[in-house]
């Protein structure tokens, strides 16, 4: 196949009119082969990017990965595949353990098919977190981080799991991090962490953060806590939520001039009521009521967000992040926070072929 002129995303920085070559499902530089097939897309100059890559999402249209529903967890990955997100993390939440050792072996049972995202790793959040900054999560199933149950729930996901949350302040979190960092990558998140310990775990082998200013101690000129200590520790990526709610646009403009885009991962923390009408839903087993796209537990706690991951990248440019930032903030950078690129987040030869077309406006017009 030949995607003809179309306006690149490339890895040097900028976008570039020309063809994108793919034969049997990769990027390739051979002509010959790519064009064997006879199949021409005229792109007409416009944006040909790699498919967006969610490494945060809990659920979407009436479905929660916390469920443990393979049925369940493959129309999310349909919805998902078809909001342009071509790889996917499903996200679990604090529960107890034997449901989260069926929730990843659930997992498992999911083929791969063109009709649906792909899951190309799973995201642990919780149960190693702080009573103090739950926040959405269910502070009954909460214990200390425990490298042993962590490594069962490895197992049972056959190695899906890519991430892990832990707050970095409670006993027994950098006996975890020195234990686990050569198997997982390790985020400090839902955390009350000064920033002496966010420091001590990004030193220990920490390298990423749960969606930044959510679930975490204030940034401020006293007490800089995670969000400091993240700024300062330059190989640390950073999740960030962007659907105009969890964050003010300013802060999202901030966050990208302080961390840049090669650092933010932007993510929908998306929930099952995305996608559906207003009405009550569930979050890892806890009522929440969907309102236009707030998501809130009924004392008003925020429980995710309602937007795929797609519309939060088209806030990011709304907010006045450039193109190209926001783009690679939503493909590259995620991929890269997980060690997967550039098998995905990538157009570059040898990639994936996972390829979208989106229109002057920024909307999707094709998933190749």
């Known amino acids: 196949m030949i995607i003809k002129n179309g306006n690149v995303f490339c890895s040097d920085g900028s976008f570039h009119i020309k063809d994108l070559l793919i034969a049997d499902g990769r990027i390739t530089d051979d002509i010959n082969v790519a064009g064997s097939d006879g199949k021409v897309i005229d792109a007409n100059r416009k944006y040909v990017i790699p498919g967006l890559v969610d490494i945060h999402s809990h659920g979407a249209v009436g479905h ?14 349909k919805y998902e595949k078809s909001c342009g997100i071509t790889s996917y993390c499903p996200t ?14 659930t997992a498992t049972e999911i083929s791969p098919s063109p009709e649906l995202a792909n899951i190309v790793g799973i995201n642990m959040e919780g149960p190693f977190i ?12 909460i214990f200390r981080p425990d490298a042993s149950f962590f490594n069962e729930c490895q197992a049972a996901s056959d190695n899906l799991i890519k991430l892990v949350t832990l707050a970095p302040e409670e006993d027994g979190a950098i006996d975890f991090i020195n234990k686990c960092k050569g198997s997982v990558n390790i985020s400090l998140g839902h955390t009350a962490a000064t920033y002496e310990q966010a420091c001590s775990a990004f030193t220990a082998g920490a390298n990423h953060v749960t969606h930044l200013c ?14 400091g200590a993240a700024i300062e520790n330059t190989d640390v990526f950073v999740e960030l939520i962007c659907d105009g709610i969890h964050n003010h646009p300013t802060m999202i403009r901030t966050i990208f001039k302080l961390f840049g885009a090669d650092r933010v991962a932007l993510i929908s923390d998306s929930m099952e009521a995305t996608g559906m009408p207003d009405g009550d839903y569930e979050l890892g087993k806890q009522h929440v009521i969907k309102k236009g796209f707030h998501a809130t537990l009924e004392d008003g706690t925020l429980a995710g967000s309602a937007t795929n991951l797609f519309d939060c990248m088209r806030k990011a440019i709304e907010f006045g992040i450039p193109v190209y930032d926001a783009i690679k903030s939503a493909t590259s950078t995620p991929a890269k926070s997980i060690g997967l690129y550039p098998e995905i987040g990538s157009l570059e030869p040898g990639a994936r072929a996972d390829v979208l077309i989106l229109n002057d ?7 190749v």
């Open 64 to 77: 929660d990965f916390c469920d443990a529903d393979s049925e369940g967890i493959r129309e999310i990955l």
């Open 92 to 105: 679990s939440m604090t529960l107890a353990k034997d449901m989260l050792i069926d929730i990843f072996k």
């Open 130 to 141: 702080s009573e103090k900054k739950k926040a959405a999560q269910n502070g009954k199933y």
């Open 214 to 227: 959510n679930g975490m101690t204030e940034f401020t000129h006293r007490e800089p806590g995670v969000f």
């Open 361 to 367: 406006e920024f909307k999707l017009e094709k998933i």
